[in-house]
């Protein structure tokens, strides 16, 4: 996929939210991308710089478990962020899934975030959660959506306090139960992505957004999975969402996890 095209046309919206807009769109070379829209109009000079650097280094990445970047492109006040274009669903829109299919997922999703944790320097996506992985049409997992609109959030935001940072986000309720209460915050989203395949929910989802952030931090994830499924299941669950960062293996070592006896 070629960065070398100065325009673009929109063709339909695939999503919206606070962070703007993604569309489907066409470029004036005739590639067909993602284009996810930012508004920066009340960031830094310094974080627009960032932001770009950022994607610079995504450009960078080449795995089939992780989306393409191509490039980002200024239209105004709105940052523009193009990827290749994903054809299929994302987890959340899958429901509740039969264990062994879950597991299949599972496998390509720690492959990919293995790939991240392994670049140098390291890439975090920060904001893994069913709906940031999608799953084609052939069934090839894609991580995707690397946590930029919550450094933008944060950003326009500075000076807050954290936990009120994460109260006033529009979609605090979707986004924090995978937000681990202290590091490898990666790794615990691993765990409550788990959850959600295996339910078809996220955890604490009847709460509020201040309940969530007290039980999180507090006493952590649900201790087991709300389903009845393998033992082996349950403990790479319970592995990845353990309250002390210290016992969350890194995803090298998830990977030789006895789920994946089979792969």
């Known amino acids: 996929m070629s960065d070398n095209f100065q325009s673009w046309t929109d063709i339909s919206i695939l999503g919206s939210g606070g962070f703007g807009k993604v569309c ?51 239209q105004g006040n709105k940052l523009v ?19 062994q299919r879950a597991v299949g997922f599972l496998h390509q999703i720690c ?28 069934g090839i997992v894609k991580i995707i959506d690397f946590g930029l609109s919550i450094k933008l959030n944060m950003e326009m935001k500075r000076g ?21 209460p202290n590091v490898k915050s990666d790794v615990w989203a691993l765990g409550i992505t788990v959850y959600q395949m295996i339910s078809g929910a996220v955890p604490f989802y009847t709460k509020s957004t201040t309940e969530i952030i007290d039980t999180v931090t507090g006493s952590g994830a649900p201790s087991r999975l709300p389903v009845k499924c393998s033992a082996q299941l349950s403990d790479f669950y319970s592995s990845c969402t ?20 089979g792969y």
Do not use: W
């Open 24 to 74: 489907k769109v066409c470029t004036d070379t005739g590639s067909i991308l993602a284009a996810k829209y930012i508004e920066t109009s009340a960031m830094s000079a310094d974080s627009q710089r960032e932001v770009q650097n950022e994607v610079s280094t995504l450009r960078q990445l080449d795995h089939p478990n992780i989306v393409r970047f191509v490039t980002a492109k200024h």
């Open 111 to 138: 492959k990919g975030l293995l790939y991240l944790h392994t670049r140098n320097p390291p890439v975090l996506h920060r904001d893994l959660k069913g709906q940031n992985i999608m799953v084609t049409r052939e």
């Open 242 to 261: 353990a309250l002390d960062p210290g016992r969350r293996p890194p995803v090298r070592e998830l990977l030789q996890h006895p789920i994946f006896s």
């Open 81 to 99: 962020v193009f990827t290749e274009l994903i054809e299929g669903s994302d987890l959340s829109e899958l429901g509740q899934l039969a264990e």
């Open 160 to 180: 807050m306090q954290a936990t009120d940072i994460l109260m006033t986000c529009t979609n605090a309720c979707g986004t924090l139960p995978f937000m681990a």
